[in-house]
């Protein structure tokens, strides 16, 4: 399948495979337009400044994020977008206010010096989950966007504030995700060029190892007769960019080496970049342990 002779005939497949794509994910606002962002609190934290901001990803709709840095600015940094798992503690976890102290990554990069942003996923508010209602208002709002679609925004506009930060390096933006966070770093990296390294912790990487049918997802219509793409294609969108996946034998594991890691992998060789796709096993279920934390921080250090 993926068997180009030629980076040329993969560019020009590619080009088929993004709008094929675009078209499933369905149909949101016209225009991304982040202008600004709020700053509701500021703190110290260690060597860092963590900021609660809030900014409109379109007019009606509000995020709020985490944005940490370095409290002592001296040059420009890489970017990383650090989305949370399905939890209620959302942003608090990834900033290292409260929830898995495993999973406080967007507190952890930047204390080795990254710029990080963590946004708030549609389907909670700033104090419950509320799934059902995130997803009917977006079925009445945008009728054709899928759950998937509107997390893709959602992070792509989280690389627009960090693209208008004047601390930025220019053009290294990594992402990071765990479970429901992995599978928007996945989308995240596939779709916008910005980003150029990225880690997806158990996040299940074929449509059948995880709830991709779900609403909040893709929907239904990953069964039905024809559908008419795999996340082979989607991975494939990646290359040749640094993609590490993550595995605990739980929604990731050999499957997912085998038939996803290892077939795309040619595709990486056509670059030269068959070190920039790796898939780590650390056999410990559904969980982001010490081991993996290692394996991805290293892997932001060794390509932003």
Known sequence: MWDFGTIEEWEKAKERITASWMKILGKGPEQRNVTGFKTLSSENIGNC????????????????????RPAELTGRYPGIVCLHQTTDYTIYETAGISGSPDLDMGLRLAQRGFITISPRCFLWSPEEQIWAKAVAKLKQDFPAWTGMGKMLWDAQCAVDV????????NGLIGAIGHSL?????????????????????EMGIGLDMSNWDAEIYLGAAVHERGFPSSHHEVLALIAPKPFLLIGGDNADGKLSDELYIRQVKPLYQLYGAESKIRFFNHHQQHTFPKVAQDAAYAWFEDWL
């Open 162 to 169: 960090l693209c208008s930060l004047p601390y930025l390096e």
């Open 49 to 68: 400044v963590r900021d609660k901001i809030q900014y409109d990803v379109y007019p009606g709709c509000t995020v709020e994020a985490y944005l940490i």
């Open 181 to 201: 966070g992995g599978k928007e770093a996945f989308y995240l990296a596939a779709f916008d060029p910005r980003v150029k390294a990225v880690v997806c912790s």
